[in-house]
């Protein structure tokens, strides 16, 4: 059974950080593109940031400089340290897990946490 597990969410004020973490299991997580994204109320899930197995990558626009995803295979675990953080990051975030095998393509999703900046 595949778990996504994410934590690190949280209340915190303009200009402050979060660490958030998305935990893996039941996937062989290195093969795994690993992602970013989050949704804000009224407004669709959008990227925020993403990594693949050969460590490729990519940022949304509005958190390039702030944000950094980094990932450590042996712990089965990706990260998302966000910085400078601005209200307007406030929104679910969630963890996304896929790799594309033989024409298929697998999906997994981790429940969400919530990040509100806020004073």
């Known amino acids: 059974q595949v778990q996504l597990v994410e934590s690190g969410g949280g209340l915190v004020q303009p200009g402050g950080s979060l660490r958030l973490s998305c935990a893996a299991s039941g996937i062989r997580f290195s093969v795994y593109a690993m992602g970013w994204y989050r949704q804000a109320p009224g407004k669709q899930r959008e990227l925020v940031a993403s990594?693949?197995?050969?460590?490729?990558?990519n940022y949304a626009d509005p958190v390039k400089g702030r944000f950094a995803i980094s990932r450590d295979n042996a712990k089965n675990t990706v990260y998302l340290q966000m910085n400078s953080l601005k209200p307007e990051d406030t929104a679910v975030y969630y963890c996304?897990?896929?790799?594309?095998?033989?024409?298929?393509?697998?999906?997994?999703w981790g429940q969400g946490t919530q990040v509100t900046v806020s004073s």
């Open positions: 996304k897990a896929s790799r594309q095998l033989s024409n298929v393509e697998y999906v997994y």
């Open positions: 990594i693949i197995s050969g460590n490729s990558i």
